[in-house]
C-alpha cells in the first residue's frame, strides 16, 4: 500500500514563505519523477513543479524564480519551498509520484492547503 503524506502548508502572508513536503512510503520502485500540482476554488489542477530521477526539474512559469522543488531519493521525499507568496498562489497543493517500468503508477497525496492572505 503506497501512501503519499504531505505537510507544511498554512496560512501566510503575501511576500511569505512556505514549505511543503510529502514522504511516499510503501513500495515504490522505478520512480521517475516526483512533482507538485496545485488546484485553486473553480480551476483546474495544474502542475507547478516537478523533478524526475536525474534531478532535472521543470516549473510552470507563474512560479519559476519563486518556487523550488527538491528531492531526497534516500528518504523517497519531495519538497516545495515557496518564496514571494502571492494570493494567486493559494490553492490545494498536492504531491504525485510517478514510476514503474512494466507496470506503471501515478500517486497522489491528499492535499494540502496553501492560504495566502493579509
Known amino acids: 500500500q503506497v501512501q503519499l503524506v504531505e505537510s507544511g502548508g498554512g496560512l501566510v502572508r503575501p511576500g511569505g514563505s512556505l514549505q511543503l513536503s510529502c514522504a511516499a512510503s510503501?513500495?515504490?520502485?522505478?520512480?521517475?519523477?516526483m512533482g507538485w500540482y496545485r488546484q485553486a476554488p473553480g480551476k483546474e489542477r495544474e502542475l507547478v513543479a516537478v523533478?524526475?530521477?536525474?534531478?532535472?526539474?521543470n516549473y510552470a512559469a507563474p512560479v519559476k524564480g519563486r518556487f523550488t522543488i527538491s528531492r531526497d531519493n534516500a528518504k523517497n521525499s519531495v519538497y516545495l519551498l515557496m518564496n514571494t507568496l502571492l494570493s494567486e498562489d493559494t490553492a490545494v497543493y498536492y504531491c504525485?509520484?510517478?514510476?514503474?517500468?512494466?507496470?506503471?503508477?501515478?500517486?497522489w497525496g491528499q492535499g494540502t492547503q496553501v492560504t495566502v492572505s493579509s
Open positions: 504525485n509520484v510517478r514510476g514503474g517500468i512494466f507496470t506503471p503508477y501515478d500517486y
Open positions: 523533478i524526475n530521477s536525474d534531478s532535472v526539474t
Open positions: 510503501g513500495r515504490l520502485f522505478s520512480i521517475k519523477a
